[in-house]
């Protein structure tokens, strides 16, 4: 089952921050983040395991509450080259099979 | 070359046709994977390959025939397409060393079925 993201879609002026929500009806062992920009493949952000610690990197960053099944991207500070779609992906089991939302539109104007 | 490469980028075929998307990746991978990305739906996993082997199947149509014959290299061969199979077709790649790990993904083809 796929997980379910929020909002679909946003709109932020430069400088503004963002948070996208990723949640699963089932257990989860990790949570994926990639990006992808029009007409571009998808582009990996980072993976937050099971027990592990927040992530981040530059002024992206995410956390993964195991109990609630969820997690969140921070966007801090947005630039204009954040816009694209973000996706979250899901493995709650089964070999490799990442199952993907349908990802969050991120439009970031000047 | 580097990382993954898809050919052809822009296919049109009629229903009847036979074609094959070719996938190829540079970076030492393990395991390859098709996906299948339409508007407004979310990236829908076809097959997963390690080591060769075909590890899931994600109750994908016969139409749609995947072929792995090295760890650098995927195909999918299709034949008698239906018009809702027009789409982004996706090939990823990523080491399989038992933990998840990132997914390097192709540029894609765009498949046009008339």
């Known amino acids: 089952q796929q997980p379910v993201q929020s909002p679909q879609a946003v709109i932020l002026r430069e400088g503004e921050d963002a948070v996208i929500n990723c949640s699963s009806s089932?257990?989860?062992?990790?949570v994926h983040w990639y990006r992808q920009k029009h007409g571009e493949a998808p582009v990996f952000l980072m993976i937050l395991l099971k027990g592990g610690e927040q992530k981040g990197h530059d002024k992206i960053s995410a956390s993964f509450n195991e109990k609630k099944q969820q997690s969140s991207l921070y966007l801090t500070a947005s630039q204009l080259s954040y816009s694209g779609t973000y996706f979250c992906?899901?493995?709650?089991?089964?070999?490799?099979?990442?199952?993907f939302g349908i990802g969050t539109k991120l439009q970031v104007i000047p | 070359e580097t990382g993954v490469t898809q050919t052809p980028r822009h296919l049109v075929m009629g229903m009847t046709n036979k074609k094959s998307l070719k996938c190829e990746q540079h970076?030492?991978?393990?395991?390859m994977y098709w996906y299948k990305q339409s508007a407004k739906k979310p990236l829908e996993l076809m097959f997963v390959y390690s080591l060769e082997e075909r590890v899931e199947n994600n109750s994908v149509p016969s139409r749609f025939s995947p072929e792995c014959p090295n760890s650098s290299h995927l195909f999918l061969h299709l034949h008698t397409l239906q018009p809702e199979d027009s789409a982004l077709y996706l090939c990823?790649?990523?080491?399989?060393?038992?933990?998840?790990?990132?997914?390097?993904f192709g540029p894609g083809t765009r498949l046009t079925v008339l």
């Open positions: 990823a790649s990523s080491q399989d060393n038992g933990a998840a790990n990132e997914q390097f």
């Open positions: 992906g899901i493995l709650s089991g089964g070999y490799q099979k990442v199952t």
């Open positions: 970076l030492g991978h393990n395991a």
């Open positions: 089932k257990a989860l062992y990790s």
